[in-house]
């Protein structure tokens, strides 16, 4: 089973199982409208690799801790308005990463709304405090 070949035709049970999630995730995404119905009718109905792309993506952003609502928000607008999405609502939860830089210095960020894989977030971090160091190196 090649998920890159675009031609192919897969089933429910094959995008469910390469997207790593429950044929009921798959079936309940489509019913909140974040995954497109299957193509045809019936038993001779089947998904195509864009269905799994927008699966893969689902289940990137979920485990991000990004929450089903926000995921809708991001895949109406597209990568280009993610980086401008509205601030969070009064009374929603977030799953932000903070980063001690020194004392009294702290970096906060939500790796879902600044779209960074959990790698991305650890480079970016490393990154910062390299940053940090020599910017304190060079006031000595």
Known sequence: ???????????????????????????YYIQLGLVDPPEGETRAAYYTW????RMLEIRRLTEQGVSLERVREQLKHGPAQ????????LGSIAVKSHIMLADGVELV????????????LRRFA???LAAYARLSDSKE
Do not use: C, F, S, W
Not at 50 to 53: D, S, T, V
Not at 82 to 89: G, L, M, V
């Open 1 to 27: 089973m090649d998920p890159n070949d675009t031609d192919r035709q897969y089933t429910a049970e094959e995008v469910a199982a390469l997207a790593n999630v429950p044929r009921r995730t798959l079936r």
């Open 109 to 120: 960020i939500e790796p879902g709304r600044a779209g960074l894989t959990p790698e991305n």
């Open 50 to 53: 864009k269905h799994l792309g």
């Open 82 to 89: 993610r980086a401008a999405a509205a601030p969070a609502a």
């Open 126 to 128: 490393r990154e910062v």
